[in-house]
C-alpha cells in the first residue's frame, strides 16, 4: 500500500519562500513518477511540477518555472517543492502524487497515489 504525506505548508508573504516535503512508503517500483499538484478553491486540481525517479527528469508547469524546483531524496524516500517568490495567486493546497508509469505527469488523472494535502497560503 502506496502512502503518501505531504508536510511543510505554512503562511507567508509574497515573494516569500516554503519548502514542501513528501515522504513516501511502500513503493516496490524501482522508478515511478511523483507530482506536485495544487488546488484552489472552485478549481480543477493542477500540476506544478513532476519528476520521474528514475532518471530525474523534471517538468514543470509554466506559471512555476524558474521559481519552483522539485526534487528527491532516495535515502528518505522524500520528494520536495522548493517554492521561491511566492505570489498570492500560488494559494492552494498542495498535494502529493505518485503514480508506476505517466506520460502526461502534470495530469492529475495519472496519478491513483495521493496524500492528504498541505495548505499553502501567500498574503500580498
Known amino acids: 500500500q502506496v502512502q503518501l504525506v505531504e508536510s511543510g505548508g505554512g503562511s507567508v508573504q509574497a515573494g516569500g519562500s516554503l519548502r514542501l516535503s513528501c515522504a513516501a512508503s511502500?513503493?516496490?517500483?524501482?522508478?515511478?513518477?511523483m507530482g506536485w499538484f495544487r488546488q484552489a478553491p472552485g478549481k480543477e486540481r493542477e500540476g506544478v511540477a513532476a519528476?520521474?525517479?528514475?532518471?530525474?527528469?523534471?517538468v514543470y508547469a509554466d506559471s512555476v518555472k524558474g521559481r519552483f524546483t522539485i526534487s528527491q531524496d532516495n535515502a528518505k524516500n522524500t520528494l520536495y517543492l522548493q517554492m521561491n517568490r511566492l505570489k498570492p495567486e500560488d494559494t492552494a493546497m498542495y498535494y502529493c502524487?505518485?503514480?508506476?508509469?505517466?506520460?502526461?505527469?502534470?495530469?492529475?488523472?495519472?496519478?491513483?497515489?495521493w496524500g492528504q494535502g498541505t495548505q499553502v497560503t501567500v498574503s500580498s
Open positions: 511502500g513503493y516496490t517500483d524501482s522508478s515511478y513518477c
Open positions: 502524487g505518485a503514480e508506476a508509469e505517466c506520460w502526461a505527469p502534470l495530469l492529475f488523472s495519472e496519478y491513483n497515489y
Open positions: 519528476i520521474y525517479t528514475g532518471g530525474g527528469s523534471t
